[in-house]
């Protein structure tokens, strides 16, 4: 037994433990401004868990059988050393082996179910584990695709792809792996209480006495750890975020010479982020020794109580080994718990930043409004700001673009020419006022008129201003116009709009390219999304700065192609063309020249 300075030496050692995480919890005092409360986030992973029950369940009973014969193998352990002593007893339940050969046997067979369930269990987690994070990362991204659009993004593309990868992995195996091993643990706890009293009431009792302060010390851990690691995650978005911006702009940085700089600034984000890891590791480290040294007092008072009943002849050999084993079992989940613990921690901070992602409203859904007969739009009286604190882009504002007209538009930068676009595709809702598509009948007569919204974007072709095309073959960048096009169909739409270089390239429709369009120069990357658009033949065309690359004689032909192409349609396009352009300009019928409004 240990003496008296021994003791007041551990409890010295647990007084600075605690007094030392106790400054780790005042450095790291951070409040917890969640803006859901815990039943809405229990909610939200209710609503997951059905979408992935399958594989929960499948991971919960394959973790009760393997506690079941976790104690199968503890009590053939015991027979075995019994029988091997001759102090095996008669009765009990269970058939008992009469013959160490076939307790050998027993402890054989269960090994073998052991090792065979743990196969079999990996196997199936990992295919039903992959199943159910592409699930969950595609009900984000299509949520995301899906929502509506302010032009103001609150969220970097960098932080918004984090939470998309690594939140849901972090979601989706806390709901598929972690809750039903700890099911399984408490199972196993509770088991190997019993089993334990069953044959030795005291010592079941002084090993378990460790639980309340197992309790105390988690609610004082789960709170700080869940604040330390939200910080943790923010500072890894903002990591992801410097990362892609800079890949994405890296010539930009080589011209401007600003290498440097990005990187100082990576690092910077990069020291943060080690230094709070550090401190949760730390924090994790010291909570867990200080268990630890709870968890050894406790096997140290099973083997001396042990040691002590063998010496008195209470109990058997065997017997002893049950105890170790048992006391291991008993231990065990406080262990496992102390791992979940971090692990859930991290999967309610994951679930806020994905709740977050899934405030955006969608957009109105339903069927389609298509204009069969053409069509032509109507702004009636709009004002629009981007939010409270922005100056108005339009103040009572009127245009009109009538069925089969052309029309550009022009301004200065700033003025709203691409805002305007983005009222019209319904990207953008007017404070006040509305926007309407409308047809007329063969008399001229205005017959259908509906807002714009989701459903009437069928109508309308979009080529945006910049570099649009996606990696990949030019023939799945023309599909995103018409997936069932044919090769005839793409190589007509390549020679309207004046893409016929396609044709010299040794892989023709099948000739990869980068990211942004990388191994085009941006007049063909332009003309390959005029190609696409017009794939799409809906009966309004908006054009966004679309011809900015393009030479003159290229613009003119490919103006002249426009022409031709839709003197040959049964119903004449509406174009809207957002432009500086002389060429297109002269070939509108009606000017529009966008100012800034003065009215704040």
Same mark, same amino acid.
């Given at each position: 037994?240990?003496?008296?300075?021994?003791?007041?030496?551990?409890?010295?050692?647990?007084?600075?433990?605690?007094?030392?995480?106790?400054?780790?919890?005042?450095?790291?005092?951070?409040?917890?401004?969640?803006?859901?409360?815990?039943?809405?986030?229990?909610?939200?992973?209710?609503?997951?868990?059905?979408?992935?029950?399958?594989?929960?369940?499948?991971?919960?009973?394959?973790?009760?059988?393997?506690?079941?014969?976790?104690?199968?193998?503890?009590?053939?352990?015991?027979?075995?050393?019994?029988?091997?002593?001759?102090?095996?007893?008669?009765?009990?339940?269970?058939?008992?082996?009469?013959?160490?050969?076939?307790?050998?046997?027993?402890?054989?067979?269960?090994?073998?179910?052991?090792?065979?369930?743990?196969?079999?269990?990996?196997?199936?987690?990992?295919?039903?584990?992959?199943?159910?994070?592409?699930?969950?990362?595609?009900?984000?991204?299509?949520?995301?695709?899906?929502?509506?659009?302010?032009?103001?993004?609150?969220?970097?593309?960098?932080?918004?792809?984090?939470?998309?990868?690594?939140?849901?992995?972090?979601?989706?195996?806390?709901?598929?792996?972690?809750?039903?091993?700890?099911?399984?643990?408490?199972?196993?706890?509770?088991?190997?209480?019993?089993?334990?009293?069953?044959?030795?009431?005291?010592?079941?009792?002084?090993?378990?006495?460790?639980?309340?302060?197992?309790?105390?010390?988690?609610?004082?851990?789960?709170?700080?750890?869940?604040?330390?690691?939200?910080?943790?995650?923010?500072?890894?978005?903002?990591?992801?975020?410097?990362?892609?911006?800079?890949?994405?702009?890296?010539?930009?940085?080589?011209?401007?010479?600003?290498?440097?700089?990005?990187?100082?600034?990576?690092?910077?984000?990069?020291?943060?982020?080690?230094?709070?890891?550090?401190?949760?590791?730390?924090?994790?480290?010291?909570?867990?020794?200080?268990?630890?040294?709870?968890?050894?007092?406790?096997?140290?008072?099973?083997?001396?109580?042990?040691?002590?009943?063998?010496?008195?002849?209470?109990?058997?050999?065997?017997?002893?080994?049950?105890?170790?084993?048992?006391?291991?079992?008993?231990?065990?989940?406080?262990?496992?718990?102390?791992?979940?613990?971090?692990?859930?921690?991290?999967?309610?901070?994951?679930?806020?930043?994905?709740?977050?992602?899934?405030?955006?409203?969608?957009?109105?859904?339903?069927?389609?409004?298509?204009?069969?007969?053409?069509?032509?739009?109507?702004?009636?009286?709009?004002?629009?700001?981007?939010?409270?604190?922005?100056?108005?882009?339009?103040?009572?504002?009127?245009?009109?673009?009538? %069925?089969?007209?052309?029309?550009?538009?022009? #301004? +200065?930068? @700033? =003025? *709203?020419?691409?805002?305007?676009?983005?009222?019209? $595709? &319904?990207?953008?809702?007017?404070?006040?006022?509305?926007?309407?598509?409308?047809?007329?009948?063969?008399?001229?007569?205005?017959?259908?008129?509906?807002?714009?919204?989701?459903?009437?974007?069928?109508?309308?072709?979009?080529?945006?201003?910049?570099?649009?095309?996606?990696?990949?073959?030019?023939?799945?960048?023309?599909?995103?116009?018409?997936?069932?096009?044919?090769?005839?169909?793409?190589?007509?739409?390549?020679?309207?709009?004046?893409?016929?270089?396609?044709?010299?390239? %040794?892989?023709?429709?099948?000739?990869?390219? #980068? +990211?942004? @369009? =990388? *191994?085009?120069?941006?007049?063909?990357?332009?003309? $390959? &999304?005029?190609?696409?658009?017009?794939?799409?033949?809906?009966?309004?065309?908006?054009?966004?700065?679309?011809?900015?690359?393009?030479?003159?004689?290229?613009?003119?032909?490919?103006?002249?192609?426009?022409?031709?192409?839709?003197?040959?349609?049964?119903?004449?396009?509406?174009?809207?063309?957002?432009?500086?352009?002389?060429?297109?300009?002269?070939?509108?019928?009606?000017?529009?020249?966008?100012?800034?409004?003065?009215?704040?």
């Amino acid at each position: 037994m240990p003496t008296i300075q021994q003791e007041a030496r551990i409890s010295q050692m647990i007084f600075f433990l605690l007094y030392h995480q106790f400054k780790i919890s005042v450095q790291y005092k951070v409040k917890i401004d969640s803006k859901y409360s815990t039943r809405q986030q229990l909610g939200w992973f209710w609503r997951i868990f059905q979408q992935v029950k399958l594989q929960s369940f499948i991971n919960a009973m394959s973790g009760i059988i393997r506690v079941g014969l976790d104690f199968a193998f503890i009590w053939a352990t015991k027979l075995s050393i019994d029988l091997a002593t001759g102090n095996v007893s008669t009765g009990g339940l269970l058939p008992k082996p009469s013959t160490l050969f076939g307790a050998g046997a027993l402890l054989i067979s269960i090994m073998a179910l052991q090792m065979a369930l743990g196969y079999l269990g990996r196997w199936i987690a990992a295919l039903l584990g992959v199943e159910a994070q592409n699930r969950m990362q595609r009900h984000i991204f299509e949520h995301l695709l899906r929502s509506e659009w302010h032009g103001k993004e609150q969220r970097h593309s960098g932080d918004v792809l984090n939470r998309l990868v690594s939140d849901s992995q972090t979601v989706v195996s806390v709901v598929t792996d972690t809750v039903p091993q700890a099911l399984a643990v408490l199972v196993r706890l509770v088991c190997a209480f019993f089993f334990l009293f069953t044959m030795d009431a005291m010592l079941a009792v002084g090993v378990t006495v460790i639980l309340p302060v197992f309790i105390l010390l988690s609610r004082m851990y789960i709170r700080q750890m869940r604040a330390i690691t939200r910080e943790v995650r923010q500072t890894d978005s903002q990591v992801q975020a410097t990362l892609q911006e800079s890949m994405q702009h890296r010539l930009v940085l080589k011209t401007l010479e600003r290498v440097p700089l990005l990187v100082k600034a990576l690092t910077s984000l990069q020291t943060t982020l080690r230094q709070q890891v550090r401190h949760r590791t730390l924090f994790s480290s010291t909570s867990n020794l200080v268990l630890n040294i709870g968890f050894g007092a406790a096997y140290l008072f099973t083997f001396l109580w042990s040691v002590n009943r063998l010496s008195d002849g209470t109990i058997t050999f065997g017997m002893m080994t049950a105890f170790i084993q048992l006391c291991g079992q008993i231990q065990g989940p406080f262990r496992d718990l102390t791992r979940f613990i971090p692990a859930i921690i991290s999967s309610f901070t994951a679930a806020e930043r994905l709740m977050e992602l899934e405030e955006v409203p969608l957009e109105a859904d339903g069927e389609p409004i298509r204009f069969e007969h053409g069509a032509g739009v109507r702004i009636a009286d709009i004002t629009f700001a981007y939010d409270s604190h922005s100056r108005k882009i339009f103040n009572h504002n009127t245009y009109d673009f009538p %069925p089969g007209s052309t029309t550009a538009i022009l #301004g +200065e930068t @700033g =003025a *709203g020419k691409t805002t305007l676009i983005r009222l019209i $595709l &319904a990207l953008l809702k007017p404070q006040k006022g509305e926007v309407v598509m409308y047809s007329r009948d063969e008399a001229g007569k205005e017959d259908e008129a509906v807002t714009v919204s989701a459903r009437t974007r069928c109508n309308l072709v979009y080529v945006p201003q910049g570099n649009s095309l996606f990696s990949g073959t030019l023939r799945w960048n023309l599909q995103m116009g018409k997936p069932d096009a044919t090769e005839a169909e793409m190589y007509e739409a390549l020679n309207v709009a004046c893409a016929d270089f396609v044709n010299a390239l %040794p892989d023709g429709l099948d000739t990869r390219i #980068g +990211e942004g @369009g =990388a *191994g085009l120069s941006e007049g063909q990357a332009q003309r $390959l &999304a005029i190609a696409r658009a017009l794939l799409r033949q809906g009966s309004i065309l908006l054009m966004d700065e679309a011809t900015s690359a393009l030479d003159q004689q290229t613009e003119r032909k490919l103006i002249e192609n426009l022409v031709e192409h839709h003197r040959l349609m049964s119903v004449q396009p509406t174009i809207i063309f957002i432009t500086h352009r002389p060429a297109v300009v002269d070939f509108c019928q009606q000017v529009i020249t966008l100012t800034k409004c003065s009215t704040s």
